[in-house]
């Protein structure tokens, strides 16, 4: 009787250990495209995919010539897999999460992920807004400035 | 006759290591060569010189990114940043030995940030006295 008490609490920690693995905020996430990373990557982390609908990335990859100010323009063999990769893990792709799109209006492409009501409800809610100024920062899409594993996609309070 | 083999052996043994800096960056630079004396008759070679003064030079094309410097900072030795906040390796040949050795990787980057701080395409000749000036350092 001991051992059964006994093998059903261990279960039952490694239920609850896995559960807490794909929680919200340091959830596994998916393969990120190599292509992706090694080109979006050269100049920013690449921004979880996730994090954006379709049509903010499909916007973004046919204006790179006007990238924010820089020409980022990729030749079209570079591209496809980067264009695949995007379509098929944003935010209202099977891929994404429901979450992300809360309170995203029908007729707006957010262009950055700060623009993002979800973004603005979790950083705004306790966060100054001239602490992103600060030249240790730069700007508010240099994640990695606060989240140090935002390279890998982890982006808990505690990355 | 000693000092004479003592000249020889060294210079076995130097020119090599003299022929080192920059060997790798060999093919690119005759491409751009090549290139160059297409585009202008009386082009007589790359200067590390013109290379500097274009690297330092201020734009008008972009208030974002007015300089090679905006990113790469003044001093090519060091690392830059870009304007997201990722490092970028330096510049310099000595201290990042495999910059202008991938020429489709070279090439890419020319084509973006020749266009973003310039606003045109940069001729052969500037590309190659861009590499020249950073093989120099």
Redesign the interface.
């Known amino acids: 009787m001991k051992k059964i008490i006994g093998i059903g609490a261990f279960s039952l920690l490694i239920l609850g250990a896995s559960l807490a693995l794909v929680g919200p905020g340091n959830s596994a996430l998916p393969q990120v495209e190599p292509a992706y990373v090694k080109e979006c990557g050269a100049c920013h982390i690449p921004y979880p995919a996730q994090y954006l609908p379709k049509r903010s990335w499909e916007r973004i990859l046919g204006s790179l010539d006007k990238h924010f100010g820089e020409n980022a323009t990729l030749s079209p063999k570079a591209l496809q897999p980067i264009k695949a990769y995007l379509d098929s893990h944003a935010a209202d792709s099977a891929a994404g999460n429901p979450r992300i799109m809360r309170d995203v209006a029908v007729n707006n492409t957010p262009l950055r992920i700060v623009e993002m009501p979800f973004w603005i409800h979790i950083h705004h809610k306790q966060i100054e807004r001239k602490a992103f100024d600060a030249p240790k920062v730069k700007s508010a899409g240099n994640c990695a400035a606060c989240h140090k594993g935002a390279a890998n996609g982890r982006f808990g309070d505690d990355d | 006759m000693k000092a004479r083999q003592f000249i020889a052996l060294s210079c076995i043994v130097l020119l090599p290591a003299m022929a080192y800096a920059g060997a790798a960056q060999k093919p690119i630079l005759d491409s751009y060569l090549a290139a160059a004396k297409a585009e202008n008759a009386a082009f007589s070679g790359f200067s590390a010189e013109r290379g500097k003064a274009f690297f330092l030079a201020k734009h008008e094309a ?4 007015p300089s090679c410097t905006t990113c790469h900072t003044s001093d090519p030795t060091k690392a830059g940043q ?5 490092d970028v390796a330096p510049m310099a040949v000595s201290k990042t030995p495999d910059r202008f050795t991938d020429a489709e990787k070279v090439e ?1 980057w020319f ?3 020749c ?2 701080v310039i606003g045109r395409a940069c001729t052969a000749q500037e590309k190659g006295d861009f590499i020249t000036f950073m093989s120099s350092l």
């Open positions: 972009s208030a974002d990114t870009t304007r997201a906040g990722k890419k084509t973006r940030n266009q973003s």
